[in-house]
């Protein structure tokens, strides 16, 4: 493999990687999201949440 290849093969990783990461952020910010929606509802409006999205 030239050398060329293989610094492209290390530059490709690295991106996955770093899609990868990306990923992993965004579901925890959804989940953190999520958790502080719940939070910040009263318990009478997370009971009509709960029941609208089923």
Do not use: F, H, W
Request: positive net charge; glycine residues 4%.
């Amino acid at each position: 493999m030239t050398k060329k290849k293989r610094e492209n093969l290390g530059v490709a990783q690295e991106i996955d990687g770093l899609e990868e990461k990306l990923s992993r952020c965004r579901k925890d910010l959804e989940a953190v999201t999520s958790q502080l929606y719940r939070a910040e509802l009263s318990p009478e409006d997370r009971e009509r949440a709960k029941a609208a999205s089923t």
